[in-house]
């Protein structure tokens, strides 16, 4: 069965850093697009970065130049590397994958999320 497990979330100043991992686990062949999302109190769920098998990135308006996403393929796993950190981006962040197994073929997996609370 796929798991995806989040950590490096906590408590930061604003202006501080955070870097957040994502392993995946569980009769993993392939993993294909690999995604940050946060969703905070009140909020919808919005994506923050993605990065695809092959390395590109894409970022949300909000956090380009402040937030970096890399993945380890051998790993599995993916992070994002947070600077400069606001208290409006006090959330919980949740990383998804596309995944391929053997069993189930390719689904979408969440994780349980990370909750990360920047400080003023």
């Known amino acids: 069965q796929v798991q995806l497990l989040e950590s490096g979330g906590g408590l930061v100043q604003a202006g501080g850093s955070l870097r957040l991992s994502c392993e995946a686990s569980?009769?993993?062949?392939?993993?294909?697009?690999m995604e940050w999302s946060r969703q905070a109190p009140g909020n919808q769920r919005e994506s923050v970065a993605t990065?695809?098998?092959?390395?590109?990135?894409n970022y949300a308006d909000s956090v380009k130049g402040r937030f970096t996403v890399s993945r380890d393929n051998a790993k599995n796993t993916v992070y994002l590397q947070m600077n400069g950190l606001k208290p409006e981006e006090t959330a919980v962040y949740y990383c998804?994958?596309?995944?391929?197994?053997?069993?189930?073929?390719?689904?979408?997996?969440w994780g349980q999320g990370t909750q990360v609370t920047v400080s003023s």
């Open positions: 998804r994958a596309n995944i391929w197994t053997a069993a189930t073929g390719s689904n979408y997996y």
């Open positions: 569980g009769g993993i062949l392939i993993i294909n697009h």
């Open positions: 990065i695809s098998s092959r390395g590109s990135t």
